[in-house]
Structure formats: structure tokens, C-alpha cells
């Protein structure tokens, strides 16, 4: 198994342009997450998924949007980046209701200038 | 609400000593907490979980934490510190079971291993 895996490790946007960071994983399992991490403030949730079709927001959502059409793929959108986005990004996985254990990717590392 | 703390956001020990890595939470209702690591340019590896159960709970590469209710702490130890230990290391806390709950994750604390 891959686990959970992110593209792209690092990428350096222009403020106003957009992208889609993608997550991944091999596990089936039925929740995911993207979180965002700045330095010192630990780690935000931006948005969340319980399984195919059905998402929904965390702490921080303003700025992205996500989908889950499969149960394997969650990817985050980016629609108009601003310097304030400029963070990493960890996308994670849980396997199902009662089993605690988050699995995280590597981490996507954005700069927004 | 639930919140987490992590004293001290960098922490120095010396190889082959004890490490102590602090940890308070607050919770309205009985919590599950954890201690999550990373190390340089990768994501967060699970250590250790409290879920219910004993309170001294052991975890990989020789850590353990324990879970004190009436001091709502869940500090993180390890006997002997090695160098492949320097890491920043995140408590988290996630209220009763149940669904789709989040997880609220403290600031992380930096630990530095000297030689």
C-alpha cells in the first residue's frame, strides 16, 4: 500500500490564479481531510468527508472547495490563491467510524506571492 | 469546545535523557487524545491514543503517556532520549466517540536531542 499520497510536493502560485491540490489513498477508508499548517499555530481543518458524495467544513474553509466523487480521491481547490494561503497542506485519512487513527500524506508546500 | 496545550514550543535534552513533553487538554465530555509526531518534511505518524481503557499508554519507539483525568494532562515521556528522536511532536484531543468529531490539534513542541 502507497497510504496516503499528495501532488504536488511544492508549488509556487500568483496571487488570483487557482489550483487543485490532489490526495489519494489505497486504504478504503471512508474519511478524509485536509488540513492546513502554519508555523507555531499547529494544525486547522479545512474541510472533511465521511465518504463518497458527502463533504463538509472545518475550521477554516474560506478560500477552497473540495469534492469526493470516488472513495479513493479528495481533491482541494484553490480558486483564487491569496499570500494568506501560502501554508502546507496535509491531506489524511481515517478507515471508519471507531477507529481513531488518522494516516497523513506527505504534505503539499504552497507559496502564494 | 475542546482545546489543547502544549508547553513549551521547543524543548532541548540531552542524549540518553529523560524526555517529558507536556500536554493539557479541556473537553465538555470524555475525551479520546493523542500524540502524533513528525519529522522534517513528512506528515504526522500516530504514536500513541487514549482511547478508553488503562491510562498509561505505550506507544512506538519507546514512548508512553499517561492520561490523569483530575489534571486533565496527557504528557508524553520516553527514558532515554536518541538522537533519531528529534522531531516536533502534536497532542490532540477529539471529544467522545462518535462519528465524524473533529480532532483539535495543540501547537506542536520542537524537540531538539543533543549529542
Known amino acids: 500500500n502507497a497510504g496516503v499520497t499528495q501532488t504536488p510536493k511544492f508549488r509556487i502560485l500568483k496571487i488570483g490564479q487557482s489550483m487543485t491540490l490532489q490526495c489519494t489513498q489505497d486504504?478504503?477508508?471512508?474519511?478524509m481531510y485536509w488540513y492546513r499548517q502554519d508555523p507555531g499555530m499547529g494544525l486547522k481543518l479545512i474541510y472533511y468527508?465521511?465518504?463518497?458524495?458527502?463533504?463538509d467544513k472545518g475550521e477554516v474553509p474560506n478560500g477552497y472547495n473540495v469534492s469526493r466523487s470516488t472513495t479513493e480521491d479528495f481533491p482541494l481547490r484553490l480558486e483564487l490563491a491569496a499570500p494568506s494561503q501560502t501554508s502546507v497542506y496535509f491531506c489524511?485519512?481515517?478507515?471508519?467510524?471507531?477507529?481513531?487513527?488518522?494516516?497523513f500524506g506527505p504534505g503539499t508546500r504552497l507559496l502564494v506571492l | 469546545a475542546q482545546s489543547v496545550t502544549q508547553l513549551g514550543s521547543h524543548v532541548s535534552v540531552s542524549e540518553g535523557a529523560l524526555v517529558l513533553l507536556r500536554c493539557n487538554y479541556s473537553?465538555?465530555?470524555?475525551?479520546?487524545l493523542f500524540w502524533y509526531v513528525q519529522y522534517p518534511n513528512q506528515g504526522l505518524q500516530l504514536l500513541l491514543k487514549?482511547?478508553?481503557?488503562?491510562?498509561l499508554v505505550k506507544g512506538i519507539n519507546g514512548f508512553e503517556a499517561e492520561f490523569k483525568k483530575s489534571e486533565t494532562s496527557f504528557h508524553l515521556t520516553k527514558p532515554s532520549a536518541h538522537m533519531s528522536d528529534a522531531a516536533e511532536y502534536f497532542c490532540?484531543?477529539?471529544?467522545?466517540?462518535?462519528?465524524?468529531?473533529?480532532?483539535?490539534f495543540g501547537t506542536g513542541t520542537k524537540l531538539q536531542v543533543i549529542p
Open positions: 489524511a485519512s481515517r478507515q471508519r467510524e471507531g477507529e481513531e487513527t488518522q494516516y
Open positions: 486504504m478504503n477508508h471512508n474519511y
Open positions: 468527508s465521511v465518504g463518497a458524495g458527502i463533504t
Open positions: 473537553s465538555s465530555v470524555p475525551p479520546y
Open positions: 487514549y482511547t478508553t481503557g488503562a491510562t
Open positions: 490532540a484531543v477529539k471529544p467522545s466517540p462518535g462519528g465524524y468529531q473533529k480532532v483539535t
